[in-house]
């Protein structure tokens, strides 16, 4: 079941396209990771789909709900982390979550209880400590502690692990597990690859507003392929290597006895290698061809 679903979903900001023409469907329990550089328009794609701001073109659906037409019955079904979640410094964890546990129908011992399971949940119970003294990784916990008060189906955390330590990313990365392993669609946003390729099942790259790449990882780095079509092939010889010209060598760096070079190019030029290492009577220990990891194609997204 489409869980999440964006049609030619559009912002615009001063005459800029923020997000423009954005499509997307995100499937039921799915962990999808959001990625994209700075000013790509995540934030603004996930204001929208909380319905936070209206779109300028184009509309978003949860639960096949169009958001802009039903902000309060999607707030009954969505949880929200924003980029900078903010709390009341001079009270606790307790009397934050209370304060924003009054927003929704619950009476006092409901939201007792509930408080009491997610402070729990994100490792927080039994903390007296005011919230102003927090570090930043105990502050982003409330914060989906706080994402979590309705219970939701759909969760949006934007740029959760932006500023934690690798030991609070980690606690993250598990609880995001675990609240998908209760069956819950959760959409990520992040700027950073890595944190997206651990937790993520599908992943979308979004640039310049514009989604350029959608799918899982191993379709997306076919997907991207051609973005890259760049290839490094490496040489192992016994003998010592000539030197190799050939139109589509970008580069060529040979190591001190050499006996390795990494070539850089822009076709699959191993025949017309092996050919002339043959004629220069060197033997090939080894030849390969490197594909682009997925950060090779990510930084050539970036790169533009
Ligand atoms: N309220 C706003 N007013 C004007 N421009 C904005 C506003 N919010 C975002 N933008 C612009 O829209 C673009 C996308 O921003 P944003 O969605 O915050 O990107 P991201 O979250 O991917 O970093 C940026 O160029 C940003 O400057
Ligand atoms: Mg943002």
Same mark, same amino acid.
């Given at each position: 079941?489409?869980?999440?679903?964006?049609?030619?979903?559009?912002?615009? &900001?001063?005459?800029?396209?923020?997000?423009?023409?954005?499509?997307?469907?995100?499937?039921?329990?799915?962990?999808?990771?959001?990625?994209?550089?700075?000013?790509?328009?995540?934030?603004?794609?996930?204001?929208?789909?909380?319905?936070?701001?209206?779109?300028?073109?184009?509309?978003?659906?949860?639960?096949?709900?169009?958001?802009? !037409?039903?902000?309060?019955?999607?707030?009954?079904?969505?949880?929200?982390?924003?980029?900078?979640?903010?709390?009341?410094?001079?009270?606790?964890?307790?009397?934050?979550?209370?304060?924003?546990?009054?927003?929704?129908?619950?009476?006092?011992?409901?939201?007792?209880?509930?408080?009491?399971?997610?402070?729990?949940?994100?490792?927080?119970?039994?903390?007296?400590?005011?919230?102003?003294?927090?570090?930043?990784?105990?502050?982003?916990?409330?914060?989906?502690?706080?994402?979590?008060?309705?219970?939701?189906?759909?969760?949006?955390?934007?740029?959760?692990?932006?500023?934690?330590?690798?030991?609070?990313?980690?606690?993250?990365?598990?609880?995001?597990?675990?609240?998908?392993?209760?069956?819950?669609?959760?959409?990520?946003?992040?700027?950073?690859?890595?944190?997206?390729?651990?937790?993520?099942?599908?992943?979308?790259?979004?640039?310049?507003?514009?989604?350029?790449? &959608?799918?899982?990882?191993?379709?997306?780095?076919?997907?991207? !392929?051609?973005?890259?079509?760049?290839?490094?092939?490496?040489?192992?010889?016994?003998?010592?290597?000539?030197?190799?010209?050939? #139109?589509?060598?970008?580069?060529?760096? &040979?190591?001190?006895?050499? !006996?390795?070079?990494?070539?850089?190019?822009?076709?699959?030029? !191993?025949?017309?290698?092996?050919?002339?290492?043959?004629?220069?009577?060197?033997?090939?220990? #080894?030849?390969?061809?490197? #594909?682009?990891?997925?950060?090779?194609?990510?930084?050539?997204?970036?790169?533009?």
């Amino acid at each position: 079941m489409i869980k999440i679903k964006t049609e030619n979903l559009t912002k615009v &900001y001063n005459g800029n396209k923020a997000v423009d023409g954005l499509n997307l469907e995100i499937a039921e329990g799915d962990i999808f990771g959001f990625l994209g550089p700075n000013g790509a328009g995540k934030s603004t794609t996930i204001l929208m789909l909380v319905g936070m701001i209206e779109p300028t073109e184009g509309k978003c659906f949860i639960n096949d709900i169009e958001v802009a !037409r039903n902000p309060l019955e999607i707030k009954k079904i969505i949880g929200y982390l924003p980029e900078d979640v903010g709390f009341y410094g001079n009270m606790t964890a307790e009397q934050n979550l209370d304060y924003f546990a009054r927003f929704y129908a619950m009476d006092a011992r409901e939201r007792k209880k509930r408080i009491e399971e997610l402070l729990e949940l994100v490792q927080l119970a039994g903390v007296s400590q005011k919230v102003g003294g927090y570090s930043r990784g105990m502050n982003q916990r409330l914060g989906l502690a706080q994402a979590l008060l309705n219970d939701p189906e759909v969760l949006f955390l934007d740029e959760p692990t932006a500023n934690l330590d690798p030991e609070g990313v980690f606690q993250y990365r598990e609880l995001v597990k675990q609240l998908s392993d209760e069956g819950k669609t959760i959409f990520i946003s992040s700027h950073i690859l890595s944190e997206v390729s651990r937790v993520c099942k599908t992943i979308g790259i979004i640039s310049k507003g514009k989604l350029i790449a &959608y799918g899982t990882f191993e379709e997306l780095k076919k997907e991207l !392929r051609h973005l890259t079509e760049n290839l490094r092939i490496i040489v192992e010889t016994v003998e010592p290597l000539p030197e190799i010209e050939h #139109e589509d060598i970008i580069s060529a760096e &040979y190591n001190e006895n050499k !006996r390795k070079v990494i070539i850089e190019a822009k076709s699959d030029i !191993r025949d017309y290698i092996s050919s002339r290492l043959f004629e220069n009577g060197v033997r090939i220990k #080894e030849m390969r061809v490197e #594909e682009p990891t997925l950060e090779d194609i990510f930084l050539s997204v970036y790169q533009g």
